[in-house]
């Protein structure tokens, strides 16, 4: 399995197809509001795994209920439920995956194959279930689960195994030692400019603001960006940091995420001054 997922990571003949369903994808959420909510920003968390848990929930119910006598219009309901949930989900996950890097988007087309002949084959359990062809449907609604069920080990090997939408700058915070760390004199840091400085070889940003200081770390949590080498913008009244490589945006007084296509907040450190020299720690 292993090796078949690296082929899979490895094969750009897929790319052809990745690159126009993208182009398809960019091209019709095209609103900023739009790709900000289905990418979770509102939330603070990606949204596509959260709305998973319905579809999936509700079909594998319905696969027990389907092994229990006198319980077909319970599954039937349950199916119809996760079938329809299964859409807004659905577009949820493009809206992530367009976002990614060229290697993730071929086992996330692969992860939404599956999950569109799943969906197919839930479709196809309902007409059979309504047209009194109730085996019928049992048997579609086990082969859709089954196809779910390999889009879903493809998701998990995309999120833990590729990192995809997961935030990338964490495991750097996990580099950094217990206790205040010297980060020079706070005469030193400009006003409103950033300003990139290294805590035991792991690059923050500073970003002086009268007397306050934030300290952030500089690594994009969506894709690694240099936030050290982005542009300070005003968003809604806060000076806020954007990454230069694909425009997610970040509170520079909160680390709050602001827009996509990241959907986790930025750590920020807290900082003192001691006679004068500027310090940060671990949250």
């Not at 003949?13 to 993208?22: A, E």
């Not at 091209?27 to 909510?37: A, E, H, K, P, V």
């Not at 092994?67 to 989900?89: C, E, S």
């Not at 890097?101 to 197919?120: E, F, K, M, P, Y």
């Amino acid at each position: 399995m292993r090796g078949l997922l690296m082929k899979l990571e490895q094969n750009s003949r897929l790319d052809g197809i990745g690159d126009r369903l993208q182009r398809a994808v960019q091209g019709t959420l095209r609103g900023q509001r739009i790709r900000d909510f289905l990418h979770g920003v509102w939330l603070g968390h990606p949204l596509h795994p959260a709305m998973v848990q319905l579809p999936v929930g509700a079909w594998m119910s319905a696969a027990v209920l389907d092994l229990m006598p006198g319980q077909r219009r319970a599954a039937t309901t349950l199916i119809a439920a996760g079938t329809v949930t299964a859409v807004p989900a659905a577009v949820a996950g493009l809206n992530d995956w367009a976002a990614l890097s060229r290697d993730q988007r071929r086992v996330g087309l692969v992860h939404a194959t599956a999950n569109s002949i799943a969906l197919a084959c839930y479709v196809g359990s309902l007409v059979a279930r309504r047209n009194g062809r109730h085996g019928m449907g049992r048997a579609l609604a086990y082969a859709g689960l089954s196809a779910a069920s390999g889009g879903a080990y493809l998701g998990g090997h995309l999120a833990y195994k590729q990192g995809a939408q997961v935030s990338q700058s964490i495991s750097e915070m996990h580099l950094m030692s217990e206790g205040w760390h010297p980060l020079g004199d706070l005469s030193s840091v400009p006003q409103r400019q950033l300003v990139t400085r290294e805590i035991d070889d792991v690059a923050v940003i500073l970003y002086r603001h009268g007397d306050d200081v934030t300290v952030m770390l500089e690594r994009c949590p969506h894709q690694s960006g240099p936030l050290g080498e982005g542009k300070v913008e005003q968003v809604d009244g806060h000076d806020c940091v954007v990454c230069p490589w694909h425009g997610s945006t970040f509170r520079l007084n909160g680390g709050e995420v602001v827009h996509g296509p990241a959907a986790n907040d930025q750590v920020i450190l807290p900082t003192r001054v001691v006679d004068g020299r500027l310090e940060a720690r671990l949250p």
